[in-house]
């Protein structure tokens, strides 16, 4: 007889994994879980790699499979304006790396510092995840190297045709390279913490 896979099992081996950044032994899983038979510790184990939220490393160890960060995501968006009804209990799954990386070989996440792009809701300390690519579209928020130092803005080009870098504060000044202007990627999406 297969075991019934508790919800709860998964969110506490997940919790785990978030404190720890290892999957734990069976003998830790069983006391996580409350478990005393080692073997439906075991069969709890193969129904998660069936489903591809365990894997295993080279040399035996347990790991993260596909679907471990998979994060609940639900069937109704949320009124950012008027009130519409209660969420309902119906929901996908989705990893954040599947919302928003395309291509993980030429993605890099990039820490934000300073206040220049504040009307475009990027703040000091967010992460913006950042597309390498060396050239961009008018309009698009994108990581350049200018004068050899980094900084995020709007691409823009000014009436002489040159590329100037906007900020989204009117605080700050366009930035109008004196030499080179690079475009290290274009940012794809950002990620804060609220609390």
């Known amino acids: 007889?297969?075991?019934?896979?508790?919800?709860?099992?998964?969110?506490k081996l997940q919790d785990y994994y978030a404190e720890h950044k290892v999957i734990p032994s069976y003998s830790v899983l069983a006391t996580l879980w409350g478990i005393s038979a080692k073997s439906w510790?075991?069969?709890?184990?193969?129904?998660?790699?069936?489903?591809?939220?365990?894997?295993?490393?080279?040399?035996?160890?347990l790991k993260p499979g596909a679907r471990f960060f998979e994060r609940r995501l639900?069937?109704?968006?949320?009124?950012a304006g008027l009130p519409n009804p209660a969420i309902s209990d119906g929901y996908d799954l989705i990893t954040l790396d599947d919302y928003l990386v395309r291509l993980p070989s030429k993605t890099s996440l990039v820490r934000v510092k300073g206040e220049s792009m504040i009307d475009a809701g990027i703040h000091d300390g967010d992460l913006i995840i950042v597309e390498q690519q060396p050239n961009a579209n008018i309009g698009e928020i994108v990581v350049a190297i200018v004068d050899n130092e980094f900084t995020v803005k709007y691409?823009?080009?000014?009436?002489?045709?040159?590329f100037v870098l906007k900020p989204a504060n009117k605080a700050f000044p366009v930035i109008r390279p004196r030499g080179g202007l690079e475009i290290f990627g274009v940012m794809a999406g950002l990620a804060r913490r609220t609390r």
């Open 1 to 11: 007889m297969k075991p019934q896979l508790d919800p709860i099992y998964l969110e």
């Open 155 to 162: 691409l823009d080009r000014e009436k002489n045709g040159q």
């Open 74 to 79: 639900t069937d109704q968006p949320v009124q």
């Open 41 to 61: 510790v075991s069969e709890c184990v193969k129904r998660y790699e069936e489903v591809g939220i365990l894997g295993w490393t080279p040399d035996k160890q």
